[in-house]
């Protein structure tokens, strides 16, 4: 019993022997089927990889609600965010863009390392102390929004003694404003809603709202009735004219040439006509809510 046993032993030992150098190298065929390290394979993962884009990962920017330049229910965000999307696009860059109040934009923006920068804002001496500004996104024209039944008019910041000015907190509206509103010379009602500023101009308790020309006219025919639209008129007098900027915070040791590389994207997408259909669209003033509180 023992001999027969030793005898299979022997001949199974035998088999694994004669077939084992068979089995390695089918396994070896397969990896050479799988791993082709020839020179030509090399060659044409190499070009495969040239002819992708170089995508950084995503770079997060803060945002606001601003209708029709920015807002998170137009399609691109709006004009002045399909301007930052388009430009970096052009150098590889992929944006992804959150919205807050302007105020928590800001801030968000300058002291959390997820942001590296927010979109879009003027030129004031306490922002350039802590962001990069890009080159010009595009040039804003703001105008005093008024009650056509209580009239206003104005020709220096003199004309605005004793009126209450809606503001759009953490927002500014150029050094002259800026400069009158130091002295005195009329007070303010600060709201980090646009909106409820204008229900305010409705019902008397402000007097003027400084506002882009554009974004007035949109939220208004956007939240108020027409009988509501129609009491409203706007000064064709600049409270400001402005350009408007990305920001990219010094802290970020990215900002400088990432910065860099989107004013390289912006050149470009200015020299093209998109530049153009963007910022100038033919522009509708939506449909006014007959639902509008």
Known sequence: MWVGWDICKVVLLGAFLVLSPCLIRAENDQNTELIDTSSDAHVQ?????????????????????WPPFTSKSLPFYGA???????????????????FYPWARA????????????????????ERQQIFLYSDVLMTIEGVFFYLEERG?????????????????????????????KE??????????????KFKRLLNKRIDVVPIAKKVGQFLLHKHF?????????????????????????????????????????????????????IVNPEWVIPDTDESSD
């Open 80 to 98: 002045a965010s399909q301007v930052v999307t388009e430009a970096f696009r052009l150098v590889g860059v992929r944006v992804q863009f959150e």
């Open 106 to 125: 800001f801030h968000l923006a300058k002291s959390n390392i997820k942001w590296i920068g927010t979109m879009p804002w003027m030129k004031t001496d």
């Open 45 to 65: 993962v190499g070009a495969e990889r040239q002819n992708e884009p170089s995508l950084e990962r995503v770079v997060f920017v803060t945002n606001g609600e």
């Open 225 to 277: 009735h027409r009988a509501d639209v129609a009491r409203v008129s706007f000064h064709p007098k600049p409270v400001y004219r402005e350009k408007y900027h990305l920001l990219l915070k010094k802290t970020d040791p990215r900002s400088k040439p990432l910065l860099a590389k989107f004013n390289q994207g912006l050149k470009k997408l200015k020299s093209t006509g998109l530049y153009q259909k």
């Open 183 to 196: 002295k005195g010379i009329f007070s303010t009602f600060s709201s980090s809603d646009d909106v409820v």
């Open 152 to 180: 206003f008019d104005w020709k220096d910041w003199n004309d605005l003694r004793s009126l209450v000015v809606g503001e759009t907190t953490g927002y500014a509206y150029g050094p002259d404003y800026a400069a009158a």
